[in-house]
Structure formats: structure tokens, C-alpha cells
């Protein structure tokens, strides 16, 4: 029975090489595929981080939060004619200034010029 298994582990070495490499913490020999290594993967704890890349990590996700914000409200104007060739944009100066949202400073200036040019305004607006 000896010689059986000893000659198994002849052909079975001379086919894969055994080896200690990788793998100190282990008694017997192994064979040499380190997936089987418990010192194969390495843990590292994270690193917490400094200030500064924290508030870059801030920016960075406020920053993309409003180019949403604005990618939101603006495909309604750019993707559609309705708000620049078809009165969206005096629809929207009109409620504003019948609802009483307008400041009083505002009211002349949106009465007179906003609405007199409102397509050229609205083109501004919305690609602006």
C-alpha cells in the first residue's frame, strides 16, 4: 500500500510541481496553484480618507447632482419646438405675472421686453 501511494505521489509531483512558495503557513508540501493559499489574498482594511478627498468626493457628487437637475429641466425645452416656436415660453412669463410671482421692479421690464421679444428670449433660454 506504501509503494502505491508512493509512486502515485511520484507521478503526481513529476506532473505538478510541488512547492513551499506563497504559502508559509502550511506544513506539507502543496501543489504550486496559490489559489488555494490562505496568504493568497491579502486583506487590507480601508484607509479612511483625508479631508480634502472627502470634499472632493462631495463636490464631485453635488456636482453631478445638479448637471442632473439641469439635464431634467431642460430636455422638455431643447427636445420639443412647444416651449421656443409655440408660446411655452409666454405661457410661462404670462402665469408668472398674473399669479403675482413677479417682483414689482420685474413686472415692467417682463411686460415690455420679455414678452415683446420672447422668441429670440426663449431660443436664449433654453440653449443658452
Known amino acids: 500500500m506504501t509503494l502505491k501511494l508512493s509512486v502515485l505521489g511520484f507521478f503526481v509531483s513529476s506532473i505538478l510541481p510541488l512547492s513551499f512558495k506563497g504559502c508559509s503557513d502550511l506544513r506539507a508540501p502543496v501543489l504550486n496553484l ?14 479612511p480618507l483625508s479631508p480634502d478627498a472627502r ?27 412647444e416651449f421656443t416656436l ?12 398674473t399669479e403675482g410671482g413677479a417682483y414689482p421692479f420685474m ?6 421686453f420679455v414678452l415683446s421679444h420672447a422668441t429670440p428670449l426663449a431660443f436664449l433660454v433654453a440653449y443658452g
Open 34 to 47: 496559490s489559489l488555494f493559499c490562505p496568504t493568497r489574498f491579502h486583506y487590507h482594511p480601508p484607509v
Open 55 to 81: 470634499n472632493s468626493r462631495a463636490l464631485a457628487v453635488l456636482r453631478i447632482g445638479v448637471g442632473l437637475f439641469f439635464l431634467i429641466f431642460a430636455q422638455y425645452k431643447i427636445l420639443s419646438t
Open 86 to 97: 409655440h408660446g411655452g415660453f409666454q405661457f410661462w412669463i404670462k402665469k408668472f405675472l
Open 107 to 112: 413686472v415692467s421690464t417682463l411686460r415690455n
